[in-house]
């Protein structure tokens, strides 16, 4: 392989820059203050501090209300996961075989991926409205009363389908090229040698997908973490009760609404422990059983 040679040594660096400082500016810099005001009880209109050590920590691990939230963000990322990458899945198999309107099928497919997150929690209000949303109405006739931001259970279902909804769109552009990428050889190859086509998916194609099926996975939970704050913020309605949210928003509640800004400085901290620390073991123990080609 050539190696791309430059006429100034420091040529590389200045090329860097522009990346570093965004890196530095919007996520080392902040990542430094939340560690250093976690540490610290901190008055809300900026008027001096006190060291309270692991105090804050402290009180978050022992809170049962950060438990409750803890468990229900578990639930949260593992349906939301588990869902957007197994629909949009089975959606570019589809559409991997289809043969006339092909573009119109996947442009449909692909469009919600330009829908921003806030507009995406409006569009679930409105499908689960107890007065005018179809989704209410649906499941009315079965006798399931929905009420979004009254029951805890009701409002979880409104957050886990809009979110899904949301992310299918980005899992299903990159199945659809995982799929095409696979060598036609190959397929013909397999299609003689197993007539049964969900045997052959699963033994052939499937772990030919391994690779992109992981990279999906770790995206996907990042989005379940983080991404999905516009989205519980529109459907709560900026009004939480005992309306469930994720840890994240727990962050922006008990720092912007409680004027807590230690105890949600070591929240935030934790929160970045946990993603990294899961992240490790994914690529640990996941990532082994990934064959790339």
């Known amino acids: 392989m050539k190696k791309v040679q430059f006429q100034s040594p420091w040529l590389p660096y200045m090329l860097l820059m522009p990346q570093l400082a965004i890196v530095t500016i919007f996520f080392l810099w902040p990542a430094a203050e939340a560690v250093q005001s976690s540490f610290y009880l901190e008055d809300p209109f900026g008027f001096g501090s006190t060291f309270v050590g692991l105090d804050n920590f402290s009180d978050t691990l022992t809170s049962t209300d950060y438990g409750r939230v803890a468990r229900f963000t578990g639930v949260f990322t593992f349906f939301v996961t588990f869902l957007s990458l197994g629909i949009a899945l089975l959606l570019a198999v589809k559409a991997d075989k289809v043969l006339r309107g092909a573009s119109s099928y996947k442009t449909l497919l692909m469009w919600v991926y330009a829908v921003a997150p806030p507009v995406a929690g409006l569009i679930g209000v409105l499908l689960f409205d107890q007065h005018v949303g179809p989704i209410v109405d649906f499941f009315a006739l079965f006798g399931w009363r929905m009420q979004i931001g009254v029951d805890y259970f009701d409002t979880s279902f409104a957050m886990i389908v809009t979110a899904v909804w949301k992310q299918i769109p980005v899992n299903f552009i990159f199945f659809l090229s995982g799929l095409q990428g696979i060598s036609k050889s190959v397929q013909e190859a397999a299609s003689i040698d197993c007539r049964s086509g969900m045997r052959r998916f699963w033994t052939v194609?499937?772990?030919?997908?391994?690779?992109?099926?992981?990279?999906?996975?770790?995206?996907?939970?990042?989005?379940?973490?983080?991404?999905?704050?516009?989205?519980?913020?529109?459907i709560v309605k900026n009004e939480p009760g005992n309306n469930p949210v994720t840890l994240v928003y727990k962050v922006y509640l008990d720092g912007f609404r409680g004027n807590d800004l230690g105890g949600s400085s070591a929240q935030s901290v934790l929160l970045m422990a946990m993603v990294f620390v899961l992240t490790v073991i994914q690529f640990r123990l996941i990532e082994r059983r990934v064959h790339y080609t």
Not at 207 to 230: E, V
């Open 205 to 234: 194609t499937f772990p030919l997908l391994a690779p992109t099926g992981f990279f999906l996975l770790i995206i996907n939970i990042t989005y379940a973490f983080f991404d999905t704050f516009g989205i519980i913020d529109v």
